[in-house]
T-cell receptor
């Protein structure tokens, strides 16, 4: 059984640029959620995908967007990067829309300069 | 939306003593409450969870209690060991909105040998 893998592990971008983060869900999981974790804070929910459809979104602007693919892997896209977007981005996968809890990936550390 | 508060933000205990971390939530419809442990630079790991149909759950040295009326839940760690040192996050979610997690702000636990 494979876990949740995220790529890249670290990334440095310039303000105004666009970034794509990737996540491979754990085998057998059809639900993927993305979280933003600022330094010293708890993870904040960005959005969730269940069977390729977005089924929930947190308080993040539209420049945060995502996709889920038929194999249940997922992408998080952020346009027009701002300095405050610097954070650890965590992907979490689950079965059945998250009913059995989530398994987190190790995250992508994004730094915006 | 849901608001989860967590206390204390930092906690130091002597090895062998007990540690208690408390969380409150605002949405009475929340029905799933996981606890995650996050070591420095690592992914959050689920350590224990509880659903709203039970009041207490125990797993070896770790226990969680839930008071639905007061809308608070607590993590109890007995016989603490240095390897328990980490940041602990509580979270709340509800199944009818896709189980998106609302996290507390974290408790940094230090176990002093």
């Amino acid at each position: 059984e494979t876990g949740v893998t995220q790529s890249p592990t670290h990334l440095i971008k310039t303000r105004g640029q666009q970034v794509t983060l990737r996540c491979s869900s754990q085998s057998g999981h059809n639900t993927v959620s993305w979280y933003q974790q600022a330094l010293g804070q708890g993870p904040q929910f960005i959005f969730q995908y269940y069977r390729e459809e977005e089924n929930g979104r947190g308080n993040f602007p539209p420049r945060f967007s995502g996709l889920q693919f038929p194999n249940y892997s997922s992408e998080l896209n952020v346009n027009a990067l701002e300095l405050d977007d610097s954070a650890l981005y965590l992907c979490a996968s689950s079965q059945q829309g998250g009913y059995y809890g989530y398994t987190f990936g190790s995250g992508t550390r994004l730094t915006v300069v | 939306g849901e608001n989860v508060e967590q206390h204390p933000s930092t906690l130091s205990v002597q090895e062998g003593d007990s540690a208690v971390i408390k969380c409150t939530y605002s949405d009475s419809a929340s029905n799933y409450f996981p606890w995650y442990k996050q070591e420095l630079g690592k992914r959050p790991q689920l350590i224990i969870d509880i659903r709203s149909n039970v009041g207490e759950k125990k797993d070896q040295r770790i226990a969680v209690t839930l008071n639905k009326t007061a809308k608070h839940f607590s993590l109890h760690i007995t016989e603490t060991q240095p390897e328990d040192s980490a940041v602990y996050f509580c979270a709340a979610s509800r199944a009818d909105t896709g189980n998106q997690f609302y996290f507390g702000t974290g408790t940094s636990l230090t176990v002093i040998p």
